[in-house]
């Protein structure tokens, strides 16, 4: 288990150096100089060429500005934004509440739903029902998040009116307290629902194939030759193993939900980073950009390695494993 | 000649015997085979010129607008029509990039082993775990959103899961006693590489770049409605964009052009999902 920890937690540290690396490489194969890119001008003033010349040492050779970078990085600077002039760091704590209680409510409500409709759909296979959840699955995995979203919208707000359009809170309304929590859940229905309908059916496929094949094993034929009853075998047996995938996935798609749900707080409206982003590309605010981007990858080098140490600590073939 | 034309018959009635017996893949072909005759004759199906802007703004679906018309006048139905060629041309070019990549870089590293194993294979490692949508929107945004660099940007970004397949493809090749035979009479790695580990293995790579055209068309459609697409295109996710801003008065724009996106999406997907099946009996089972 130490051996296999050991290997993921060095594939995750060479992850951020790689995100740094290209980080970096970006700004300097770009077209354009850098400090127009950082400056956000194509004609910067001079005394603002000397400033970031100095600030960034621009004119050192390229091995030593890199170590720089990372120098500043470590000091938790990640840039100013061209749009407000303010901390990249800053404006991305800010935004990152709203764009978490998104992503993560969503993927929680979508694994729960998706492995027991996997669950109920592998126990019963070839029903109608499983029959039916695989064509959605196959329907909804095919469906861009933002234009579910737009859809979603159009009937739910547009045309019965039944929940607000876009944003997190009323403005106008000022709520506080508890109707403040009320209406912020109203602004939540729509945007968690695309969020949950466009993820159910990748944890939908994961639970049902993985519950068939622990199914097909033969220590399974061999607790059913016992006499045994199917719900026990189910429970005892079958659930264990079958639900490892699901772990190992859930880590993968925490990350890439946080990304993911960018596009989809932008059809919302929704406060989050998502916004943050497409403002700094509109505005092509590069430092803005590159800081979402550099802390994105880097959480979820760390998603990772949490996940990695939970499943080798249920996986008993792992914890036993020193090999792993 | 006879018999030759005997065993091709038998080969295609075979064929046609696994795609009649894997619904996915039945479905698949019979959707895209629509949507690509679609594309292909575009120019004489369109009504209008999809880039001829007119005064009949936000025209609803009818006799005169097929599927109605967009904020400034175009015809969506024939915007649909030449939108198609590009999600299609840039799916398919991206995920052969990948599938390339891939099937190289994967079949190096299974087959070579040792530390050139090692090495790729911890790269690949690395590679998993980057958010490649992000990355991807970062290039394009810095680079520039021409075709050719969002294709050329999916196609570098996505390669790892092909490379994954490849290299256990290799592996298991490569104890086969037919390549040791090559080995022991002096053929090249390489050329054994070329020649019969990567031909007998690509088949998942070619299930697993299926449906990687799939993935490709839903990331250029996220690129575009974020405004990256390439300007000069009519793209299915600037359209989605545009009708954004006329959901309520013009509901037809996002509608109809999203909804392309899912048939086209689910065309290769479903293609791609089949060939997996004809493939593994193993989920023959789980279908």
Known sequence: MITYLRKRIITAILVIIVSLSINFMLVHLAPGNPISLIAGKDNPSPEMVAALTEKYGLNDPIYIQFFKYIGTLLKGDLGYSLINNEPVIKLIAEKMGPTLLLALTGLILAVVIGTALGIYAARHKGSPFDVVMNGISYLFDSTPGFWLGLMLILVFASLLKWLPTAGMVDLRASHTGFAYVLDVLLHLILPLLTVVLSQIPYFFRIARSSVIQVMAEDFITTLRATGMKEGRIFRKYVFKNAILPTVTVFGLSLAYVVAGVAIIEIVFSWPGTGKLLMDAIMKRDYPLLMGVYLILSVSIAVCMILVDVIYSMIDPRIRHNEKG | ?287
């Open chain 2, 1 to 287: 000649m006879n018999v030759k034309r005997n065993r091709m018959r038998a080969r295609v009635t075979n064929t046609l015997q696994v795609i009649n017996s894997i619904t996915q893949l039945k479905i698949g072909l019979c959707l895209l085979a629509v949507i690509i005759l679609l594309a292909l004759f575009a120019p004489f199906l369109a009504v209008y010129d999809p880039f001829a802007l007119n005064d009949d703004l936000l025209a609803p679906p009818g006799s005169q607008y097929l599927l109605g018309t967009d904020g400034l006048g175009r015809d969506v139905f024939s915007e649909l029509l030449y939108g198609a060629r590009t999600s299609i041309f840039i799916g398919v070019v991206a995920a052969a990039i990948s599938g390339v990549l891939g099937t190289l870089i994967g079949g190096l590293s299974g087959f070579y082993r040792g530390k050139l194993d090692s090495v790729l294979s911890e790269f690949v490692n690395v590679f998993l775990m980057l958010p490649t949508f992000f990355l991807i929107l970062l290039i394009v945004a810095l680079f520039g959103s021409s075709m050719l660099n969002v294709m050329l940007v999916i196609g570098v970004t996505t390669w790892t899961g092909n490379a994954v397949l490849m290299r256990a493809q290799a592996m298991s090749l490569r104890e086969r006693t037919y390549v040791k035979s090559l080995q022991s009479i002096g053929v090249s790695k390489f050329k054994i590489l070329t020649k019969h580990i990567i031909p007998n293995g690509i088949f998942p790579i070619i299930a697993n770049t299926t449906m990687n055209i799939s993935g490709a068309i839903l990331t250029e459609a996220g690129l575009s409605f974020l405004g990256l697409g390439d300007p000069n295109l009519v793209s299915w996710g600037q359209m989605v964009f545009h009708g954004k801003s006329y959901l309520v008065n013009g509901w037809w724009i996002s509608t109809f052009s999203g909804f392309a996106i899912v048939v086209t999406v689910l065309a290769f997907y479903l293609i791609g999902d089949g060939l997996n099946h004809v493939l593994s009996p193993k989920l023959r089972d789980i279908k």
